[in-house]
Nanobody, 117 residues
Framework: QVQLVESGGGLVQPGGSLRLSCAAS????????MGWYRQVPGKQRELVAV???????NYADLVKGRFTISRDNAQNTVYLQMNSLKPEDTAVYYC???????????WGQGTQVTVSS
C-alpha cells in the first residue's frame, strides 16, 4: 500500500532552520507531484510548496524566499528546507502525493514544527 512517512520536525528558535523529509513507498514516485501542506488547530490545511515530476516548483507567498522544496527520485524522497523560521510557521506539516490534481489522495501522518524562543 501507499505510505508517506515524514520526519525532521521539532522545536526551533525563530530565525532557525529545519529540513523535513518525506519517504514514499507503494507509488511510482518519479511521476507524482509531491507537496508539503501545513495545518494549525482550527484552521484549514494549506499548501506550502509543491514540486512536479518535471521539477517545477510552486510556493505559498508566505514562505517564498525562505523555504525550498526538492526531490530525490532515486531515494523516493521529497524534502522541505525551511530557513528563517517564524513563530507563525508553527504547524503540523504533511506530505502529499498527487497525479492529476493537487492535493492528491495520499497523505503522510504529519510532523510537528514548533518555532518558539
Amino acid at each position: 500500500q501507499v505510505q508517506l512517512v515524514e520526519s525532521g520536525g521539532g522545536l526551533v528558535q525563530p530565525g532557525g532552520s529545519l529540513r523535513l523529509s518525506c519517504a514514499a513507498s507503494g507509488i511510482l514516485f518519479s511521476v507524482y507531484t509531491m507537496g508539503w501542506y501545513r495545518q494549525v488547530p482550527g484552521k484549514q490545511r494549506e499548501l506550502v510548496a509543491v514540486i512536479t515530476s518535471a521539477g517545477n516548483t510552486n510556493y505559498a507567498d508566505l514562505v517564498k524566499g525562505r523555504f525550498t522544496i526538492s526531490r530525490d527520485n532515486a531515494q523516493n524522497t521529497v524534502y522541505l528546507q525551511m530557513n528563517s523560521l517564524k513563530p507563525e510557521d508553527t504547524a503540523v506539516y504533511y506530505c502529499n502525493a498527487a497525479r492529476l490534481r493537487v492535493p492528491g489522495p495520499y497523505w503522510g501522518q504529519g510532523t510537528q514544527v514548533t518555532v518558539s524562543s
